[in-house]
């Protein structure tokens, strides 16, 4: 049974448009949710995160928002530029069940910029 | 420079061999992780380590033995046990604050031939 679902394999945008990646998770004891962006053959790297306090959290051209009704998170990119092309992965923790609290990750999407 | 190794980058291994992938880190992180990868299937937790000396199975353990003797090193074992070793492993460790990402090595991608 996966907690955190990434339900769209791949989206393509053209460069300078918005890309919009979406996450849902299951398990309501998640407080804590990343995102993290991957190139093939290497490992995954932080890109952005939020508590569940927050609703949303901005770092430049990423912000995120959580809806925690919904269970529903998403990731804005703005504007998508063509380094942008990688596997995004959603991944979320229950920090407060204790610490160093493992990560559950999505299957991650891909994300196409076209020039 | 503070990351996480891992290494060598590229495995082979023969069919009924151990494998032992390495993994270490100079961040002074007491958690370290190990993931591994296969296509449309994200990223799957084989086991982690909260602190020196101690481990716990994550969802997909079958197969695999770890160990964490020093802080700093948590090397994984894929046994001959393991029916589908061919895949790319994933190695992370993350500090023991609250709300706090978890650090990637660059992987090893581990073929059975």
């Known amino acids: 049974d996966q907690q955190v679902k990434q339900n769209s394999p791949s989206l393509s945008v053209q460069e300078g448009r918005i890309s919009i990646l979406n996450c849902d998770y299951t398990?309501?004891?998640?407080?804590?949710f990343l995102w993290y962006k991957k190139y093939p053959a290497e490992g995954p790297t932080f890109l952005i995160s939020?508590?569940?306090?927050?609703d949303k959290n901005e770092d430049g051209r990423f912000t995120v928002f959580l809806n925690k009704s919904a269970k529903h998170l998403s990731l804005h990119i703005v504007p998508s530029q063509p380094g942008d092309s990688a596997v995004y992965f959603c991944?979320?923790?229950?920090?407060?069940?204790?610490?160093?609290?493992?990560?559950?990750f999505g299957k991650g999407i891909t994300l196409s910029v076209r020039p | 420079d503070g990351g996480i190794t891992q290494s060598p980058k590229y495995l082979f291994r023969k069919e009924g061999q151990n494998v032992t992938l390495s993994c270490e880190q100079n961040l002074n992180h007491d958690a370290m992780y190990w993931y591994r990868q296969d296509p449309g299937q994200g990223l799957r937790l084989i086991y982690y380590?909260?602190?020196?000396?101690?481990?716990q199975k994550g969802d997909i353990a079958e197969g695999y033995s770890v160990s964490r003797e020093k802080k700093e090193s948590f090397p994984l074992t894929v046994t001959s046990a393991q029916k589908n070793p061919t895949a790319f492993y994933l190695c992370a460790s993350s500090s023991d604050r609250l709300n706090t990402e978890a650090f990637f090595g660059q992987g090893t991608r581990l073929t059975v031939v």
């Open positions: 398990n309501s004891m998640f407080d804590y």
């Open positions: 380590s909260q602190i020196v000396n101690d481990f």
């Open positions: 939020i508590s569940s306090i927050k």
């Open positions: 991944a979320a923790s229950a920090e407060l069940a204790g610490a160093n609290s493992k990560l559950t």
